[in-house]
């Protein structure tokens, strides 16, 4: 195939025959679209499930509650607090003088159902098609918010860590030596630190978000890639033109990143989906043991614990079980794919 | 120690006022006693079993090189050739001596000083496919130097890439070009070329043919040496070919495991050797005869990693006599020009 452009940038052969490779490994490229879809999907969470409608036609006028709050009085309530969309007399108000849009899914993650009629959880049925969870909220409501929630951990925690990791390999592996060897130490040293107990610790007191949850775990995980970059950098500085930049008289810190780094980056790259997939484990299992995000939060952690809590209704921790087992074969398939579009035996040919 | 340190710094001084003054009677470099070696037999146990161990790959070698001068270094593989060649460019940390770069001593210098003078040295690597970023294009090779160095005002570096590409013999139609892309003696016009954007006053020439095929070989000597006329550059050919090095040099040194055995004018060096090993290597050529790495020297090797004082040529040398195998030789210069490491050459 010829040589075209993509997104401004040039598709050289090489990338040409890497995504060549990638295609031709079926399981993950619809694993990839698959995950594209639910991701980008669970970006728009609030679109999809939400006690709010999107759209409000009232009395002449349009209002998009999901961006901007309105108090009850703007449709001829009695309150000057915010609008309850669900509230039955307040519905009454809106079609009397127009229409709204609802979701697909009326509740959001936080939505407690008061009309549920039976103790909640309730099983799975045409109103909850997940059932409800023992606070009476939308299971399916709560999984669509705590899959984004945790992808969107597991990628952030990835890029950063990713940037630290390959930062500390690329030190150690061009300067190598004492900056090695003392690095080294002091990693077998830290990576020794049981970091659970960590975590758990330092979460006791601190107040868990996702940003402290986030450094906290970084503390640890950057080093899952320093091994990759450190044995690619041994290698390559003793590379003609490494040597060849050196006698120009380039800054180390410019040949480390402008003429290893790219050569590093293939071994790099292979492993981001698996350090995404650990990522997701680790603040799922944060979440189960209550170490986690936030009370109330929707994850993925948070409904399995419901479900060891409750098992008298299985829709809990079979939805929970299903879906991560799904998240993380998904990611497992893009890594292998990728893993395949990278092979220099592969794409060398 | 405080002594010492304040007459070096006293030294350095006197340097670089003497720097000031280059005259074009000083050599353009000048290595002095340079020593470098390797620490063999890495990690723990072997240090506190006996302590490190190391060869010496270059052992106290001591030359000079002119404005314009060819210099061949010629010598089996493993004689340390490449070594010097690496070490004059501080590419490997040399343990003791002194390398001088127009009165300068670049021996000790950090790398934020030591990049202005790496604008006078430049290498040429053996293989010039690994000597280019595999992921770079001729044009991106070429732009580092000059744009790093400042040689050109940004609006005239397409410019002199083309000029450096149309010097070395390449078109300017590969400078979109990747190295894998390219036939190995064209890499190696690349690599010439990207040497010569900062006018270097001497190139280190690491034998830059030896991966070629015969049929370029001769190509890309010749480039060499137009270059030199044109331009007056120095240049240090490390090469195992003598009849290369008789053809391009004008000086040739002789290297046998670490030591400078002999170092002479090319006519000298090839009428009348004095070294035992040079007349063996000479010998060998014969009709012409195979390069170095067939070359049969008759008799056992030197052992670099075991700690001789003696003569480093003892076990092959046919006019050893017995104090060659307490003390290496020292050199000595038999004529103006005319270097030697034997203490039995009036014999010859």
């Known amino acids: 195939m010829a040589a075209g452009r993509f997104l401004g940038f040039k598709i050289t052969p090489l990338t040409r025959r890497r995504i060549d490779n990638f295609r031709a490994n079926r399981r993950g490229v619809w694993s990839l679209w698959l995950f594209l879809f639910l991701f980008v999907g669970s970006l728009f969470a609030e679109f999809i499930a939400n006690d709010k409608p999107f759209l409000v036609y009232y009395d002449g006028g349009f209002y998009m509650p999901i961006f901007e709050a309105y108090p009850e009085t703007t449709f001829g309530g009695e309150f000057p607090t915010e609008t309850d969309y669900q509230d039955a007399a307040v519905r009454q108000l809106i079609h009397d003088k127009g229409w709204m849009l609802n979701p697909l899914i009326p509740f959001s993650y936080g939505t407690i159902i008061l009309d549920l009629g039976r103790p909640a959880p309730t099983p799975p049925s045409s109103r909850n098609w997940l059932g409800t969870d023992d606070q009476a909220r939308d299971v399916l409501a709560r999984l669509i918010y705590g899959f984004r929630i945790s992808v969107l951990f597991g990628l952030t925690l990835t890029f950063f860590s990713s940037i630290v990791g390959v930062a500390a390999g690329a030190i150690q592996g061009y300067f190598g030596g004492w900056t090695d060897l003392l690095f080294q130490r002091f990693m077998e040293v830290w990576e020794g630190m049981p970091t659970l107990y960590l975590l758990i610790i330092l979460a006791s007191i601190v107040e868990p978000n996702f940003w402290w949850l986030l450094l906290l775990m970084l503390l640890f995980s950057w080093m899952s890639l320093v091994g990759v970059v450190r044995a690619e950098f041994l290698r390559a500085r003793n590379f003609d033109y490494v040597r060849a930049a050196r006698a120009l008289g380039v800054r180390n810190r410019v040949i480390m990143f402008k003429h290893m780094l790219p050569n590093a980056m293939v071994a790099t790259l292979t492993f981001l989906p698996f350090i995404t997939s650990g990522s997701i484990t680790t603040l799922t299992s944060l979440d189960f043991l209550g170490f986690g995000m936030p009370p109330g939060a929707a994850s993925l952690g948070e409904l399995l614990s419901q479900g060891k809590a409750n098992l008298q209704a299985p829709w809990l921790g079979l939805t929970g079980f299903f879906v991560l087992a799904l998240v993380l074969s998904l990611l497992v398939f893009i890594g292998e794919a990728a893993r395949d579009a990278f092979d220099p035996r592969k794409t060398l040919r | ?348």
């Open chain 2, 1 to 348: 120690m405080w002594e010492e340190s304040a007459t070096s710094a006293a030294f350095c001084m006197a340097m670089v006022e003497k720097a000031a003054q280059v005259d074009k009677n000083t050599p353009l470099l000048s290595v002095r006693e340079l020593l470098v070696r390797f620490k063999l037999g890495d990690g723990l146990a072997a240090a506190l079993s006996r302590g490190p161990s190391y060869l010496k790959a270059v052992d106290e070698v001591s030359f000079d090189v002119g404005r314009g001068e060819v210099l061949g270094l010629v010598g089996e593989s493993g004689s340390g050739k490449t070594t010097i060649g690496k070490a004059i460019l501080r590419l490997y940390e040399p343990q003791s001596g002194s390398i001088v770069v127009n009165g300068v001593d670049i021996t000790r210098m950090g790398d934020r000083a030591l990049k202005h003078y790496r604008r006078d040295l430049q290498m040429v690597f053996q293989d010039p496919l690994s000597s280019l970023n595999p992921r770079h294009t001729v044009r991106t090779s070429l732009r580092t130097p000059l744009l790093l160095h400042k040689i050109c005002p940004s609006s005239e570096v397409e410019q002199r890439i083309d000029e450096a590409l149309t010097r070395a013999g390449l078109s300017p139609v590969f400078k979109p070009r990747y190295p894998h892309e390219l036939s190995g003696g064209q890499l190696q016009r690349v690599a010439i070329a990207r040497a010569l954007t900062m006018s270097p006053g001497l190139v280190v020439a690491d034998e830059p043919v030896s991966k070629l095929d015969v049929s370029v070989r001769a190509q890309i000597l010749n480039l060499f040496k137009d270059l030199q006329a044109k331009f007056g550059i120095s240049i240090i050919f490390i090469t195992h070919d003598l009849r290369v090095a008789r053809y391009l040099c004008h000086r040739i040194g002789v290297m046998y495991f670490g030591k400078l055995v002999e170092i002479a004018s090319v006519e000298e060096l090839f009428t009348a050797p004095k070294h035992p090993y040079t007349k063996a290597l000479l010998g060998t050529l014969g009709a012409e005869g195979e390069n170095l790495d067939g070359a049969q020297v008759a008799g056992e090797a030197f052992n670099p990693a075991a700690d001789t004082t003696g003569c480093r040529y003892y076990a092959r040398c046919p006019m050893r006599v017995d104090h060659c195998k307490t003390a290496h030789p020292p050199t000595e210069t038999i004529k103006p020009g005319h270097d030697i490491a034997c203490y039995e050459w009036r014999r010859s």
